[in-house]
């Protein structure tokens, strides 16, 4: 039998301190109020009043404004490990990341796939073409189509059987 979360709507509620701070630590950690309801047994609502309350949402901005404060600690490593490495991946990984060098891999996979994709394409637009010039054949000579049908399909095999040959 599914447990019903408890809704503090219904009366006073009290959610005891580890499983608040319980809840609060999964907030921080980016989960979201309908999970957090879902495993700890209580409703959004509760969530909700737990992590918007004054406290958290001070506790939550100072951990950005520490976070926001490691910016100028990490560009000073970031620039002693580049004056002094011999080897040229780090600068290459960031200025791949900023944007400033193409990745030639990715450019690379995303032609062939331009290139598949265009050939699938052409093959279509062919197939597409002969199945009209049958059609049209078909009425000229007074064929059935499903006579041309099966010839159809021959083709259409002994094509595949070369291309994948």
Known sequence: MKRQ???TKLGHSHVPRPQQERIVSKFIQGQGIRQ???EEG?????????????D?????????????GLGREAMAALT???????????????????????????AEDAT?????????TEVLLMTG??????????????????????GLKDVAKKFLEKSVA
């Open 5 to 7: 979360p408890k809704s």
């Open 129 to 150: 073409r002969l199945v009209q010039a049958a059609a049209v054949r078909a009425k000229t000579y007074g064929i059935p189509l499903e006579k041309i049908g099966y």
């Open 36 to 38: 957090i309801a879902r």
């Open 80 to 106: 002693r490990a580049l004056r002094t490495s011999k080897d040229g991946k780090l600068a290459h990984q960031i200025l791949l990341d900023i944007g400033v060098v193409r990745d030639q891999v990715a």
């Open 42 to 54: 209580r409703s959004r609502e509760t969530i909700s009043k737990i992590v918007r309350s004054e």
């Open 112 to 120: 062939a796939q331009t290139s598949a994709r265009d050939e699938e």
């Open 56 to 68: 958290v949402q001070k506790y939550v901005a100072e951990l950005r404004e520490q976070y926001i």
